[in-house]
């Protein structure tokens, strides 16, 4: 008789347990979501204003003199 009340206990705190490491993994889960969501929406902010800020520079060639000296080679 003993044993099976006991059984009966570890059975139903087993299933509690199962229980709460589920809620623990779907509130984890959630918060997940939520600040991959946020960090979204940081990055596309980031990346408009260094298309309107930002601009990249052109580089020119043409007023540039290239040095010819033997000496240091």
Request: glycine share 2%; hydrophobic share 35%.
């Amino acid at each position: 008789m003993q044993f099976i009340i006991f059984s009966i206990i570890i059975y139903i705190t087993f299933i509690l347990f199962i229980q709460t490491y589920k809620e623990i993994k779907k509130n984890q889960n959630k918060e997940l979501i939520k600040n991959m969501e946020k960090y979204a929406k940081k990055e596309k902010i980031k990346q408009q204003k260094s298309k309107v800020y930002r601009q990249k520079q052109i580089k020119r060639e043409s007023g540039k003199k290239k040095r010819t000296c033997m000496y240091h080679i």
